[in-house]
């Protein structure tokens, strides 16, 4: 904290020296000083959004305010001069460094501080500020904490903090590196030699959100590329762009960026703890190699010890090995770690609130301990009162354990707080304790407060009670579903099981007819107009219908699936296996999927391809075994008529067994 000192004493050589304290800065060489201050220096484009809240936070605090404006076509620059700003434009280079470089070339005060337009300095930091300008300056920066509010699992608002060195003295011996994740350097060194401060910047751009809105991975990616061509021996450029690929689901060019950076020579900087726990990530989600992340991981506390990222990441990789009670026991260490987290540069804020009560608690849940979670999902909850998916986990647990005034509590107070989702899940809640009439009750009387998709599911689901239950006619809520969507795919099939078993195939006959007119909008309903449509004997159609419903839900394992077989009943076999192979193994259709890539070999002539396809199927975790029996018996003749008997035998015991 800034001294105070008696006025007679306070431009004395001893009182100078004293202020340099501020922070632990170093005091110092005497050397002519640039006039007391601070300059903020910023580089903006279409920032309207974000720049008025950005400015008012410093107000009273810096001396001049430099933007440079890289071509707003929105009212940015009116409101930058509204505050005072010395607006410059400059055209847009694809190098952030270069647009820094030149708002810092046009401070004129001591210290500058350096802000994105979707940051607020916190009100706790506005003393230091004021203290820092009338410290002496050397070439020693200054430390801030980035409070970043990010989208996660919750549901709920969540940061994760890091720190950057925004404060430094105002000389052109600091400058930007890099073209995109830009770190400021003293005379081109690797980075700025920096004291740690308590200033808190918050920053508003992480949420997913805005970085959708403002397209930043299509934006960064080709900057990310450009800086490891530029300047691949910096370990920062591979880091940068190995996470940015780990965020991407890219894990085999994550690995590759990352292990390259640990490969390097030169010092562990301030960003390798979080690299460790990346790569381990991406070892654990990409190739499933739990053992080489856990190796990751381990090296990395040995590098860093207790670090909260590397110990909350091993308890992950733990648990998705099924060693729970380990994993238990990093998950408690990671908590104990909130004390010392100060300490790091990048530490994930919700480790300490959420994220590893909740963990411990869904370990519990994988050992059906289920009553031994309740306690860590409650202190979750706790920790994050606002966040609907916990209290939606916590909901769920009571009611598996049979406490079910506890769980009808928190499913209520879902369908007051959580929108949409919450109240659904209170009517299915309603609905799985056969309280049938007022689950239909109260859909009705929220009618107004849901969308059409969401009342028509529900409708379905109530036509569907009505039927299994035997409480009335099921029919009139379908159709009403119907209403609101013609191309409902789960009324539609609904009704047409209905009308089948009912005998009425004039009504069945009708709504096939009708259906495939009918608009669409959810995976299910391209689903059931693919389905139809290959059931028509018209496969270029229902390709169509299924590569348009993956548009909407890439992963849907059923879309894949009819485009796979649409896609084979025309002879587009390299298509249709790369449909079939899309889909996850431990998906439901995942034997069907392998079962007609096996045909599709079969047919090719490869058969040596479509027995080891086959064989695959033995490996998934929950196999057809009728469907693989089928599918065997068309493959063993095959092989039969091409005179390879052995190898049919082969076959049929390994799969028959």
Not at 382 to 390: I, R
Request: hydrophobic content about 45%; charged content about 25%; overall charge negative.
């Amino acid at each position: 904290m800034p001294l105070e000192i008696v006025d007679e004493f306070r431009d004395s050589a001893f009182a100078r020296a004293q202020t340099g304290l501020l922070f632990n800065l170093p005091a110092p060489p005497d050397c002519e000083q640039l006039p007391a201050g601070l300059s903020l220096c910023m580089i903006v484009k279409n920032e309207e959004r974000f720049l008025a809240a950005c400015l008012e936070s410093v107000r009273g605090v810096v001396d001049e305010i430099i933007v440079v404006d890289t071509g707003s076509t929105d009212g940015t620059v009116e409101i930058a001069r509204s505050f005072g700003a010395n607006v410059v434009f400059r055209e847009w280079r694809n190098d952030f460094s270069w647009a820094r470089n030149e708002s810092l070339a046009l401070a004129t005060r001591r210290w500058t501080l350096v802000l994105d337009a979707d940051e607020e300095v916190t009100p706790d930091s506005l003393a230091l500020l004021r203290a820092l300008r009338d410290t002496p300056a050397g070439v020693t920066g200054v430390y801030v904490q980035i409070q970043n509010d990010v989208d996660d699992a919750s549901g709920a608002a969540s940061t994760m903090t890091h720190v950057l060195p925004r404060l430094f003295p105002t000389t052109p011996r600091i400058r930007y590196r890099n073209v995109i994740h830009e770190s400021a350097v003293l005379d081109d060194e690797a980075y700025l030699l920096s004291v740690v401060s308590p200033i808190v910047v918050r920053h508003k751009g992480y949420t997913a959100a805005i970085v959708g809105e403002r397209g930043k991975h299509e934006r960064n990616r080709p900057l990310l590329e450009r800086a490891i061509r530029e300047a691949a021996d910096d370990a920062f450029s591979w880091f940068n762009f190995g996470t940015s690929a780990v965020a991407s689901g890219d894990f085999d060019t994550a690995i590759e960026a990352l292990e390259r950076m640990f490969a390097m020579s030169g010092p562990m900087r301030a960003f390798f703890p979080i690299a460790y726990a990346m790569l381990a990530q991406a070892y654990a989600e990409g190739p499933k190699d739990l053992e080489r992340g856990l190796k990751v991981v381990d090296d990395g506390l040995a590098a860093f010890p207790a670090h909260p990222n590397i110990v909350f990441t091993k308890g992950y990789l733990l648990a998705e090995a099924g060693r729970y009670d380990e994993a238990r026991s990093e998950y408690e260490q990671a908590m104990a770690g909130q004390f010392e987290a100060a300490r790091h540069s990048m530490v994930d804020d919700e480790i300490f609130t959420w994220k590893s009560a909740l963990n411990i608690a869904t370990s519990y849940v994988k050992e059906n301990r289920v009553a031994e979670a309740i306690p860590w999902f409650e202190r979750a909850l706790d920790s994050k009162a606002e966040s609907s998916m916990l209290r939606g986990v916590l909901a769920s647990a009571y009611e598996k354990v049979g406490r079910y005034y506890d769980a009808e509590q928190r499913f209520r107070d879902a369908g007051e707080r959580d929108g949409q989702a919450g109240f659904v899940s209170y009517v299915n809640y309603l609905m799985r304790r056969h309280r049938f009439a007022e689950a239909f009750d109260r859909v009705d009387h929220r009618r107004d407060a849901i969308d059409d998709a969401t009342y028509a599911a529900l409708l379905v689901s109530a036509a569907r009670v009505t039927r299994d239950e035997r409480l009335g006619d099921p029919e009139p809520f379908a159709l009403r579903a119907l209403k609101l969507a013609p191309g409902n795919g789960a009324a539609l099939a609904f009704l047409d099981g209905l009308y089948e078993t009912y005998g009425e195939s004039a009504k069945r006959d009708g709504l096939r007819a009708a259906e495939l007119d009918a608009p669409l909008s959810a995976a299910t309903d391209f689903a059931r107009r693919s389905h139809r449509l290959l059931q028509e004997q018209r496969p270029g159609e229902a390709l169509t219908a299924a590569c348009a419903g993956l548009a909407v839900a890439p992963n849907d394992a059923v879309l894949s699936y009819n485009a796979g077989l649409a896609a084979a009943r025309l002879r587009r076999d390299a298509e249709a296996i790369a449909f079939l192979d899309s889909v996850a193994s431990a998906d439901s259709h995942a034997t069907a999927a392998l079962a007609l890539r096996a045909e599709i070999e079969r047919r090719g002539g490869d058969l040596d391809a479509a027995v080891a396809t086959l064989e695959r199927v033995r490996s998934l975790p929950a196999p057809d075994e009728a469907l693989l029996r089928n599918a065997t018996l068309g493959l063993a003749g095959a092989l039969l008529e091409a005179g390879r008997v052995a190898d049919a035998g082969k076959l049929a015991a390994f799969v028959l067994n």
